[in-house]
Structure formats: structure tokens, C-alpha cells
């Protein structure tokens, strides 16, 4: 068994390494400590191997890893911020703007831009719309009900597309 989960966490590691560093990366905005959250998620997936039920993906159970040991990381880091951004949830009856949800991966625009906004909603943003995460899985990885990410998307969306006005990317009345 051991051998076996050597060759296949080396596996996820080839598939998956890339696209979890990327989301590290927005989280973190340190690429070091992006990449060393990035060995902790495949180590701890090797420490914890035969705690995966298979009732996700391992694409999905290897982000929630990367995800809580963010967040660790995060609330090390700046544990009011983390709090307040936890507890503050407003209300935002904003559109959903669907060219917002177009923009690609390789947008430096966004990736500046999403750096400017809450943790949370960048989290639900990379998971859902640049990482293509389904509600239900984007639930899992974040420890979160359904309705909460579909309401956190709801208000980040608006929330981004307000930062990209502010710093120029966007144009009001363009969209």
C-alpha cells in the first residue's frame, strides 16, 4: 500500500501542482510561501492518504487541503483581518455582470484586482469561476454550505467588478 500511495500522490501531484499553487498563489500573494503550501498540501495528503473516501474527486479533496492550510496560514498572519472578513457578510442585491465571469486565468487586471478584495470572495472567485469548481465541490474544499458560496459568489462578483472599475480596467458604462 505504501508503494501504491507514493506512485499516486506523486500522480495527483503531476495533475494537480500547478493549478493549486495558482490558487495558493491569489490567496497568499507570496510565491514562496505559495509554493511551500503547495508541498504541504501533497504531504499531508500522503499523511492522511486513507482518509480520502473517494465521495469527491481527489482534484477536490486535494484543494480542500490546500485551502484549510491557507487559511492557517492567513489567520497566522492576520488573524483580525481574517475574523472581520468572516463575520461581515452584507447583503448585495448587485446583477451578476456575465462578462465578469468570462475573463480568463491569464488576466493580469484580474489578478491585481482580486488581490484588492476580500479573502473570502477571492476564494469563492478562483474556485468557482477561474478554476471551474462546481458549487458543490467548491462547498466541500471551503467547509461551506452550497447557499453560502452561491451567496459569497453573489456579493465577490459585484465586489470585483467594482475594484476593476476603480483601477481602471473597467469602464462603467461599458457594463
Avoid: C
Avoid at 489578478?111 to 465541490?137: H, N, P, W
Wanted: cysteine-free; hydrophobic content about 40%; aromatic content about 12%.
Amino acid at each position: 500500500m505504501s508503494e501504491y500511495r507514493k506512485l499516486e500522490i506523486a500522480d495527483w501531484y503531476d495533475q494537480h501542482s500547478k493549478s493549486i499553487l495558482s490558487f495558493i498563489l491569489l490567496m497568499v500573494k507570496d510565491y514562496q510561501q505559495a509554493e511551500d503550501l503547495t508541498h504541504d498540501t501533497f504531504v499531508k495528503a500522503y499523511l492522511y492518504h486513507n482518509s480520502f473516501n473517494q465521495h469527491s474527486s481527489e482534484r477536490t479533496w486535494l484543494f480542500s487541503i490546500a485551502h484549510n492550510l491557507t487559511v492557517d496560514f492567513l489567520r497566522k498572519r492576520k488573524p483580525s483581518r481574517f475574523f472581520k472578513e468572516v463575520f461581515l457578510l452584507q447583503k448585495d442585491n448587485t446583477s451578476l455582470p456575465e462578462e465578469m465571469i468570462r475573463i480568463k486565468e491569464e488576466s493580469s487586471e484580474l489578478y491585481k484586482a482580486l488581490g484588492e478584495i476580500k479573502d473570502t470572495y477571492r476564494m469563492v472567485i478562483v474556485l468557482r469561476k477561474i478554476k471551474g469548481f462546481s458549487i458543490e465541490d467548491t462547498a466541500k474544499i471551503l467547509s461551506w454550505s452550497e447557499s453560502k458560496v452561491k451567496s459569497t459568489l453573489f456579493r465577490a462578483i459585484p465586489a470585483l467588478k467594482k475594484q476593476l472599475i476603480k483601477e481602471g480596467y473597467l469602464d462603467e458604462k461599458t457594463i
